[in-house]
């Protein structure tokens, strides 16, 4: 079936940037998204790519996709310690719904 | 953009009652919402896809007489656990999606069976 997959932890210091991995099996793809949850809290959509682009910037954030390996990352550039959470790596499903990996939990040092 | 609202964003409630738990698209018709759990530290798992007017259709493992979803309306889903036990306090989160695009979330209901 489905799946995606992305590292449980990454570590920064303040001022640098993260760069957030995720991988995925469904070859049919559209939209890849990038959510991000804080303690307690509901899922905020922070951006989203469509499947022909290889690339989209919005502000700090910078998303890559290499579609050919199935391969998406997240880089938060300049990283605040506001950035905390857990940031979800979600694939479109054929049934419309998202399929999440486990998630990434950001820490960042100031 | 658009928005979900989910309600009760906390619940505590005795083991064997049953608790309801609503998800509303404020400006937009959702003809398909998704209800979802996390477990801590875990993702989302997908428990069903609720469609209005139609039964709901449930992954896996998950009981429908024990999660029940009502999708009455364009803007209105429910889920009900019933006979909540502690094994079901979790983290539920709906979602509901705009025509055939974009997905919007809710903030989560969070559930605990004493």
């Known amino acids: 079936g489905e799946d995606v997959e992305q590292s449980l932890f990454l570590s920064v210091r303040e001022g640098d940037s993260s760069v957030i991995n995720c991988t995925y099996t469904?070859?049919?793809?559209?939209?890849l998204y990038w959510y991000k949850q804080e303690p307690g809290a509901g899922l905020q959509l922070l951006t989203y790519i469509f499947s022909n682009m290889d690339m989209k910037q919005d502000q700090r954030l910078t998303v890559l996709l290499n579609k050919k390996d199935k391969h998406l990352s997240l880089r938060i550039a300049d990283t605040q310690t506001g950035d905390s959470a857990i940031y979800f790596c979600?694939?479109?499903?054929?049934?419309?719904?998202?399929?999440f990996g486990k998630g990434t939990k950001l820490s960042v040092k100031p | 953009g658009a928005v979900v609202s989910q309600h009760p964003s906390w619940v505590i409630c005795k083991s064997g009652t049953s608790v309801k738990i609503e998800c509303r698209s404020l400006d937009f018709q959702a003809t398909t919402m998704f209800w979802y759990r996390q477990f801590p530290k875990q993702s989302l798992m997908l428990m069903a896809t609720?469609?209005?007017?139609?039964?709901?259709?449930?992954e896996q493992g998950v009981e429908k007489d024990k999660f029940l979803i009502n999708h009455a309306s364009l803007t209105l889903s429910t889920l009900t656990v019933t006979s909540a036990h502690p094994e079901d306090s979790s983290f539920y989160i709906c979602?509901?999606?705009?025509?055939?695009?974009?997905?919007?979330f809710g903030e989560g209901s969070r559930l605990t069976v004493l």
């Open positions: 469904d070859s049919s793809s559209t939209y």
């Open positions: 979602s509901a999606r705009l025509g055939a695009g974009e997905l919007f």
């Open positions: 979600a694939d479109r499903g054929s049934q419309g719904n998202l399929i």
């Open positions: 609720s469609n209005e007017g139609s039964k709901a259709t449930y």
